[in-house]
């Protein structure tokens, strides 16, 4: 995807701000979205689901941005080990399909009732969508292409006017300004927007680093001259090849739990402390790689390997997951190092963008990335009981007992 493509599509994804009317006294309506001819189907059978790959996987790869989180295999695997089934918390299979008349897949929102508590008879029902996990689903939402999405919501919405009775809220992601302020509930705090940031790239490393800051190149000479200063020898490994995966994905975990370990400047979570979590990682691991999908990026010193970064590359754009490294090493900034060496491989081997995932922190805007903000929304259910267990939910969410609870694997 090239620079002007890039910019295209983070304009598709903000609609309401491209194409903003001038004020005036009696400003047009916008036309309501056509649905004629499209038709939804409900999924709640997991084989089903499964069913749907292939399909699904075409309208992922249609997608402006490609990301991990919208592909099949990643909501599948992410359905057969991260769903909830625990006494405070059990997720039902919910996935809305949307087709054209001509049964053409256009979007899929790959959504669960979670029950709190897991009772179906006096649970409260959130419609919200696969990735309720501690943040290893990054980005989250109706996988759809951004000219389609008003239309599959309002069809999602007469669907869910006509069935309120199977739900309490809906907690919406990934949705433009506008679609987030219709859908949002009036006199309810709404959630946090999440920016992904990420960085067209030029034809040549030294066009990108002479676009940088003058901190920023200081920065990368510093990298290298500091470890061989001292009389150490770095090397860059790309692990690609199954045969490597399963070494190269401990090593990478090794490395992460040690970040997190970390006391020292920003602090970072261990993502994948659980077992359920790193099965989840290791299954996706191992279908995207034979997908030929799987970057795992490694920065050794003396031959020991210091620090580590998954990707995941699609379509000529890379996606940079987490991340880790042996803090022993920090004085040498070796994360930052193994993020240049990145940058010189996906440049040296024609990537046209680099997603540096979510999040403003100073490791991503050091590289002066562009923005796409995704919204959020909480919808109530018209029903009266919803209001009142939503206020009441969130009071007890409120204390960190219930916080605790409700995270526990």
Request: hydrophobic residues 40%.
């Amino acid at each position: 995807m090239s620079q002007k493509n890039v910019q295209d599509t983070r304009q598709e994804h903000d609609v309401a701000m491209a194409n903003a009317p001038a004020l005036s006294a009696s400003p047009a309506l916008p036309e309501p979205p056509d649905i004629s001819g499209l038709h939804l189907e409900l999924i709640r059978d997991p084989g089903d689901l499964i069913a749907l790959t292939p399909e699904w996987d075409a309208l992922s790869d249609t997608l402006p941005f490609q990301v991990p989180f919208t592909t099949a295999s990643w909501n599948i695997l992410w359905w057969q080990h991260l769903r909830a089934t625990r006494t405070l918390i059990r997720d039902c299979l919910h996935v809305f399909v949307l087709r054209d008349q001509q049964d053409k897949l256009i979007a899929i929102a790959p959504m669960i009732i979670s029950i709190r508590p897991g009772i179906a008879a006096c649970g409260v029902r959130v419609l919200q969508f696969f990735g309720a996990d501690p943040n290893i689903t990054e980005i989250r939402g109706m996988i759809c292409h951004p000219a389609h999405t008003d239309a599959a919501i309002t069809l999602l919405q007469e669907y869910l006017q006509e069935h309120k009775q199977r739900w309490d809220w809906v907690e919406w992601q990934g949705l433009s300004p506008s679609q987030a302020e219709k859908l949002s509930a009036p006199g309810t705090p709404q959630p946090k927007a999440r920016v992904m940031c990420y960085l067209p790239l030029p034809g040549q490393w030294e066009e990108l680093k002479s676009s940088l800051s003058r901190n920023m190149k200081e920065a990368i000479r510093k990298c290298f001259n500091s470890l061989k200063r001292d009389g150490h020898q770095h090397a860059f490994t790309v692990v690609e090849q199954t045969a490597e995966i399963a070494p190269a994905l401990m090593a990478f975990l090794r490395l992460h739990k040690l970040r997190a370990k970390n006391p020292e400047g920003v602090l970072h979570a261990n993502v994948f402390r659980d077992r359920k979590s790193r099965q989840f990682l290791s299954a996706y691991v191992g279908a995207s790689s034979a997908q030929g999908r799987l970057r795992l990026f490694q920065l050794s010193v003396n031959g020991e390997i210091v620090a580590s970064r998954i990707g995941f590359l699609s379509k000529r754009q890379l996606y940079l997951y987490y991340s880790g490294y042996d803090a022993a090493w920090g004085k040498y900034s070796v994360m930052t190092t193994l993020v240049i060496h990145i940058m010189q491989w996906a440049i040296a081997n024609d990537v046209d963008c680099v997603n540096l995932s979510t999040g403003r922190d100073p490791s991503k805007l050091r590289w002066q990335p562009l923005e796409m903000i995704q919204h959020n929304a909480i919808q109530i259910s018209p029903r009266l009981r919803a209001s009142v267990l939503f206020k009441a939910y969130v009071h007890l969410r409120s204390y960190p007992f219930m916080h605790r609870l409700s995270r526990k694997k």
